[in-house]
């Protein structure tokens, strides 16, 4: 057979697989935009999912509206000092430049929302030609790669959730350039492999050594350097890529072989993502770690191939070189301890890279991963247990000295996915294509166990002997039919394998998630019913000199509520949150409870008093006399669920529940310290009695079985004797925090004196609000409600009392009119015995 006709028949082969290929790309895409309907939801508003899609929808538009140019430093965030860029910049950027083409350089804010709805799915189909093609490689089997792709482009779990429409992160662009970045290191090492790379051959011909692996070794480069990028953490890959080539270094040398190509590959591909770091001024404030680790691998290649071939010249005992790494990277890390403690963390912070501890362990993507509680399954399906399997298979053979350079690859790979995913389970995104990669590698095995290797395609259905004709002799050659035991076999691969991944993949495909209509009623509230800020939205901010926070305008002011929601606040309110969800301004401790208890979200709403509320507030902002926030949005999951997160985060966790026996048996229900707290004050109390905070708002509320509201009314009314009526209220509160009017009087001596109103909220609820004190022969009340409504320039709000306060003792009842200048100067009333 001539060249000519090996390439047609070659080609037309592959023809099969191309369109299975392109078939799973578009399942992939389609399963991800089942819930389109979820999120478009107006004609110009898209409800993105969870909480960094907004931040990456507010990058895009900062770069749209600034083009070129990214939104490098935040003023929009993290009051009242601002953030520098957290994201690494290639995905928004590349995002905006889309746009940018699509929309001929003045994109329609529909046609923003419409492409970053969708621009997840389409990366998620991209991700499925990458599986298929590093797959292949790795098994120089196109079958192992079909199926690979047709599993990834069905699997289940957070590679699905992060891809969904609307989940316009940068997760997914992670698991395509790490996949990327796989596959040509297979090509590269393969072709190394065909076309040796040795020193000696590349000082006589550099070029023609050099030149079939080159542009495999840029293209690892190029696609690691995109990965680091994408995602701050990159350096996680640089690791596993350098930790292979250690490994092949020790596999090479143990066999006798040369290690030139890996000194010289390893430096192109470091090399190559060192030049495109250096391209960026930021990667979320890691580019400097990023040069550090990529350095040290540029230096440290050819110093683990000169130590192998000196070892090799000198024909000493093999097993010194592995022992002679382990204590020249020993050497490193006490040397560093002695004289460089910065590069010790560094080194020592490898081994928990992904660890997390005290209130980060609440952040649920960055919990561990519990292999015993259905997370693995409910994940990758039935294709997770199949690859553990297909893993230890590979380990035996790499062990029988049948592997090669490439399975090693997927071996280390694998088990740093593996690590990394026990650390945190978010990374089981990453592990998806792992888990796809193995089992079609097992799935294949077991097909060709039943047969399959003997068949073709195109003589499934007979059994004959055909005659051939080459180079003028003829050769007989017996075709084989499809027999039972193949169908079987193939309908066991599809019902392990396949189904499973469809069954759950299409039921978790359902829901979009993102911010429920009560929050987006009450952000769309807030961002026409409180006063700008006075920054522009969509201004590049000058960021502050070392040292310094962003100068603010008089007019600026932070909304306190908990981290979870900061991205909604700024995005969709348009106002400045003081947490957000880059875990900035949650305050509290870190390591252990005698650490100061820093002012920020959780010290607040854990405050056992206003004043101690207060107190946080005032100590937030550098000023001392401003507050470090105006408004607090609540929502009931921050007064339930929620708040044992809340109070994780200081460490301090004790006495806010007890255990009490009921019908379904012991439970832990909230007790009196959690009564105290500012959260329950503001949300189960609606503020009652407060007198620096007013609700100005309150959003549609739930049905009760969607709630906890009620069940925590109703144990504080049994257990701490309570009188508060038991029933759902507002999902979502926005409180204002005022001055308060001054009311003061005379009273005789000993007299309770009762101030109280009726206030009527956004929904049609009322409660009352009161406080009651005992005279000295005066009394004094600082009250947060103005009777007389909002005022021009000022919060207009529409929760309100619904006549004058009255003010009450013994006999005596007087009423009180409080204006809406009385309670934000705080002015004083008398009032006249």
């Not at 698991?175 to 090492?189: I, P, Q, Y």
């Not at 910065?342 to 005290?358: A, D, H």
């Not at 592990?431 to 068949?455: C, E, M, P, R, T």
């Amino acid at each position: 057979m001539t060249k000519e006709e090996a390439a047609k028949r070659d080609l037309k082969g592959s023809i099969p697989y191309a369109l299975g290929v392109l078939i799973s790309c578009l399942v992939a895409f389609y399963i991800r935009t089942i819930p389109k309907a979820q999120v478009f939801v107006a004609e110009n508003f898209v409800k993105l999912s969870e909480n960094d899609p907004w931040y990456h929808l507010r990058n895009v538009e900062a770069m749209l509206h600034n083009f070129p140019h990214m939104l490098w430093f935040d003023a929009y965030t993290n009051y009242p000092r601002g953030t520098t860029q957290v994201f690494a910049p290639l995905f928004d950027m590349s995002l905006g430049i889309i746009l940018w083409i699509l929309g001929r350089g003045n994109p329609s804010e529909k046609l923003i929302y419409t492409v970053s709805a969708y621009y997840p799915a389409f990366i998620a189909s991209l991700v499925v030609i990458a599986t298929y093609f590093v797959t292949k490689w790795i098994f120089d089997d196109r079958r192992v790669g079909l199926l690979a792709a047709v599993l990834i482009a069905l699997a289940p779990g957070q590679i699905l959730s992060r891809s969904i429409i609307g989940f316009n992160d940068h997760h997914i662009a992670e698991v395509l350039f790490s996949t990327m970045t796989a596959a040509f290191l297979v090509m590269a090492v393969k072709v190394a492999r065909e076309h040796p790379i040795t020193f000696s051959n590349l000082k006589e011909k550099p070029i023609e050594t050099i030149k079939p692996a080159l542009p495999y070794f840029i293209l690892t480069g190029i696609s690691m350097g995109a990965y680091t990028l994408t995602w701050k953490g990159a350096l996680f890959f640089s690791l596993i890529i350098g930790l292979y080539i250690t490994i092949q270094h020790v596999v090479d040398h143990m066999h006798g072989r040369t290690t030139d190509y890996l000194a010289v590959g390893g430096m192109i591909i470091f090399a190559v993502t060192l030049m495109m770091v250096l391209m960026v001024p930021e990667i979320g404030g890691t580019k400097s770690m990023h040069e550090k680790g990529l350095l040290a691998g540029i230096l440290a290649f050819p110093l683990l191939t000169l130590l192998s071939t000196e070892m090799q010249k000198r024909k000493l005992n093999k097993k010194i070189y592995p022992l002679s790494i382990l204590a020249g990277v020993a050497a490193v890390i006490l040397t560093s301890k002695a004289f460089a403690p910065s590069v010790y963390t560094m080194l020592i912070g490898v081994f928990g890279f992904f660890k997390r501890t005290g209130g980060a362990l609440t952040i649920g993507e960055a919990a561990p991963l519990d292999l015993f509680d259905g997370s693995f399954y409910y994940y990758f399906a039935a294709m997770g247990f199949v690859s553990i399997l297909a893993l230890a298979i590979l380990i035996y053979e790499a062990a029988k000295k049948k592997n090669t350079q490439e399975k090693t690859l997927l071996i280390v790979w694998t088990f740093m996915v593996l690590w990394a995913m026990l650390q945190q389970n978010r990374f089981s995104y990453y592990y998806a294509v792992n888990a796809a990669i193995l089992s079609a590698y097992l799935g294949i095995k077991f097909l060709d166990l039943a047969g399959w290797k003997d068949l073709r395609l195109s003589n499934l259905m007979a059994t004959e002997k055909v005659k051939q004709k080459s180079a003028g002799k003829t050769k007989e050659t017996t075709t084989h039919k499809l027999k039972p035991i193949h169908i079987i076999s193939l309908v066991i691969v599809i019902v392990v394998l396949v189904l499973p991944n469809y069954s759950l993949a299409t039921q978790q495909a359902q829901y979009a998630g993102g911010p429920g209509n009560q929050w987006l009623e009450a952000l769309n509230w807030m961002r026409i019913n409180t006063p700008d800020p006075g920054l522009d939205f969509n201004e590049l901010y000058e960021a502050p000199a070392s040292g310094e926070i962003y100068s603010y305008p008089d007019t600026a002011y932070g909304v306190m509520s908990w981290w979870d929601y900061g991205h909604w606040i700024e995005v969709i309110g348009r106002r400045i949150p003081n947490a957000n969800p880059f875990q900035q301004g949650i305050g509290g401790r870190t390591n252990s409870i005698e650490e100061e208890n820093r002012p920020g979200a959780s010290t607040f709403f854990t405050a056992s008093s206003e004043e101690e509320a207060t107190a946080v507030l005032e100590a937030i902002h550098p000023d001392e006399n401003k507050m470090g926030a105006r408004y607090i949005v609540s929502d009931v999951e921050m007064a339930t669920g929620k708040f044992y997160a809340m109070a994780s985060w200081t460490l301090d966790t004790n006495n806010y529940y007890t255990a009490v026996q009921t019908d379904q048996g012991v439970m832990n229900v909230p007790y009196e310290r959690y009564y105290n707290s500012m959260e329950a004050k503001l949300h189960i109390f609606d503020g009652n009695g407060l007198k620096h905070y007013r609700m100005v708002h309150e959003s549609p509320g739930i049905t009760s079985s969607q709630s906890q509201e009620i069940g925590y009314k109703n144990v504080y009314n049994v257990l701490l004797g309570g009188k508060i009526k038991e029933d759902n209220t507002g999902y979502v509160k926005i409180f204002e925090y005022v001055e308060g009017a001054k009311i003061t009087g005379t009273a005789p001596a000993g007299e309770n004196v009762t101030i109280s109103t009726t206030i009527s909220t956004s929904q049609g609820r009322s409660f009352t609000y009161s406080q009651t004190t005992t005279s000295n022969g005066t009394y004094s009340f600082t009250v947060p409600y103005s009777t007389e409504g909002p005022i021009s320039g000022q919060t207009q709000f529409d929760v309100a009392p619904t006549q004058p306060y009255q003010i009450s003792y013994g006999n005596v009842v007087k009423e009180v009119k409080v204006t809406e200048n009385d309670v934000l100067q705080g002015n004083t009333l008398s009032i006249e015995v």
